[in-house]
């Protein structure tokens, strides 16, 4: 049943919430997203990867479900959904639905039941367990939840504690319950009948507990005991019924076991996102950028070399992440030279690609001050961090790790132009608005040829004309232990792809191989009006990036 369209595929993903406003709520909707569809489609993406929009009371931006199959109402309705995906096909675009299934709400019917007691239809849905101690009101093991403080939560009502990797209002879902199973299948079936073309696994390494839940060491939950069984089981069910795309959100997996689920015999996942490459340095490493950019390809590369059975998923950003620049290439002076430089080097990797929002604009980390931070887990460190008796001395250095970090970086809402609020609403944003959206914005770089939306149009454009090779052509690292440029060719039979990216803001040679200084060397893309001269060491200018097509 699988087409495997999603090999040729850049997606794109958005947050709706952040995206575009169209009735003046402050606070992004599908209509808005609608509206740009022309703009995405001119971008040149094959699919959007749209973050959750499902019922929720946004305790985690709707990373909390209390309905699957009922929009958001601040998002729009189903009609408006329906509009959306219609529009989207028309236009060429597949669309990729966000899957939070490692847990509800803990406002979903089902926990809502399930809490009432140990005798009712729901009550195994989630991970409930006694207590331990005395009194029975120590949790059952030392896990600790994403956003702060103990993963267990105790229930007066059920006189049992619930487990919750994330916040207390996400309760786990009991994958063990094979009516849960079902369930989750259904609700897959439900969107795959309504046209989606796959999902996005949220934390869907997280889905399988080990058995005996007290004193079990903290990562066991990372890929579970009975993890395939239910994955391949839930393939049978649905995923594999359809032409989808399945991309799991892999935190705590590492090479070897990415490759073992990615492998297209196994019927599991198609691909999945790994964490190495943003894993956080620590605040006061964050400026060595020459020692970051070697551990940086260190890792791009080697993922590049999963086997052939399985398929890499690429990229740099993502709503949880902070902007890739300033963390990965200069701001400044060189911003623009970086976006494009960054932008080279991902794109042509082999791999599904994956753009985020605002990316594709060079869109930066934001001035926040301590109030402005409206993510779950920025507030709750600062809340903890206010009530420690220390706060003083502690405060400035979490200010400094947020200023860096957080995941509200990326959630600031789309910068469409230099008129109120960007653009992106006629009432108060949800969020702050970057306040360098005069500068940063769509329409400046629409206007102007040679912009960074202009750069990765083009970009899109090499990469779909050179997709075969992209696709399935060797990959070759290129003087791999330089501290300044990202290099690397691509091979198919007779055909080169050369991409030369520096992302230091200083003058830089790269060594090349002989085989790469041919008569037959076409410039295909590049961010700067002199294109380098290609000799045995090769001088790029800050942050210049070159892509050369080279026939043998
Ligand atoms: O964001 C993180 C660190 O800053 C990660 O630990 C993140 O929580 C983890 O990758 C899981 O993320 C996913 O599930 C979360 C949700 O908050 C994230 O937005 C989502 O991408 C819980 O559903
Ligand atoms: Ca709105």
């Not at 609608?34 to 929009?53: D, F, H, M, Q, R």
């Not at 594709?360 to 600062?382: C, H, K, S, W």
């Not at 970086?409 to 360098?436: E, S």
């Not at 790269?510 to 045995?536: D, S, W």
Request: glycine residues 6%.
């Amino acid at each position: 049943m699988k087409s495997r369209w999603y090999k040729n595929a850049v997606i794109y993903q958005i947050y709706p919430r952040s995206f575009c406003d169209s009735n003046g709520d402050g606070i992004g909707d599908l209509n808005g997203i609608t509206s740009k569809i022309p703009y995405l489609k001119e971008l040149g993406v094959n699919a959007v990867w749209l973050s959750p929009c499902y019922a929720s009371p946004n305790d985690d931006n709707g990373y909390d479900i209390s309905d699957y199959r009922a929009i958001m109402p601040e998002f729009g309705t189903m009609e408006d959904w329906e509009r959306m995906i219609t529009a989207l096909h028309a236009n060429g675009i597949r669309l990729i639905m966000d899957l939070v299934v490692n847990h509800t709400s803990d406002e979903h019917r089902w926990f809502q039941e399930s809490k009432k007691g140990r005798e009712n239809p729901y009550s195994d849905y989630y991970i409930w367990r006694d207590g331990t101690g005395p009194d029975g009101r120590t949790p059952p093991n030392n896990w600790r939840a994403c956003f702060g403080g103990s993963a267990w939560e105790y229930c007066e009502e059920r006189g049992q504690f619930y487990l919750h990797l994330f916040s207390k209002k996400q309760p786990d879902l009991n994958w063990d319950n094979p009516q849960v199973r079902q369930e989750v299948a259904n609700i897959c079936n439900f969107w795959l009948e309504k046209g989606v073309d796959g999902f996005r696994c949220d934390v869907i390494t997280y889905i399988s507990k080990p058995e005996n839940l007290y004193g079990a060491p903290s990562s066991s939950f990372v890929v579970g005991p009975n993890w395939k069984k239910y994955i391949r089981e839930l393939a049978e069910a649905s995923w594999d019924r359809y032409d989808t795309l399945i991309v799991g959100e892999a935190t705590g997996i590492d090479f070897d076991r990415a490759a073992e689920i990615t492998d297209e015999r196994e019927h599991l996942l198609d691909t999945l996102f790994h964490f190495e490459h943003v894993a956080q340095l620590p605040v006061c490493s964050y400026n060595q950028r020459s020692t970051n950019l070697r551990r940086f390809k260190r890792i791009l590369f080697r993922w590049q070399t999963l086997p052939r059975a399985s398929w890499p998923a690429v990229y740099y950003e993502n709503h949880d992440q902070p902007r890739s620049i300033p963390r990965f290439a200069p701001s400044g002076a060189f911003r623009e030279r970086s976006a494009k430089s960054l932008a080279a080097s991902l794109l042509f990797q082999r791999g599904t690609a994956f753009i985020y929002q605002g990316q594709e604009l060079g869109m930066t980390n934001a001035p926040f001050r301590e109030e402005d931070y409206r993510d779950i887990q920025a507030v709750n460190q600062i809340k903890a961090a206010r009530s420690r008796p220390f706060a003083r001395i502690e405060m400035p250095f979490l200010l400094r790790y947020l200023s860096h970090y957080s995941r509200d970086h990326a959630r600031t809402p789309m910068q469409w132009n230099d008129g109120p609020n960007a653009g992106f609403t006629t009432g108060k944003p949800w969020l702050m608005i970057n306040p360098n959206y005069p500068q940063i914005n769509a329409a400046e770089q629409e206007n102007r040829a040679d912009s960074i939306l202009h750069f990765y149009r083009q970009a899109l454009g090499v990469r779909s004309d050179w997709i075969d090779l992209i696709r399935d052509g060797s990959f070759v690292p290129v003087d791999p232990k330089n501290k300044n440029i990202l290099a690397y060719a691509r091979r198919q039979g007779r055909r080169t792809l050369l991409v030369l990216c520096s992302l230091s803001p200083k003058k830089s040679s790269v060594r090349l191989p002989a085989e790469y200084l041919k008569e037959n060397c076409k410039l295909l893309l590049g961010n700067m009006e002199q294109a380098p001269v290609l000799r045995e060491k090769t001088l790029l200018q800050p942050c210049q990036c070159a892509v050369f097509g080279i026939e043998d």
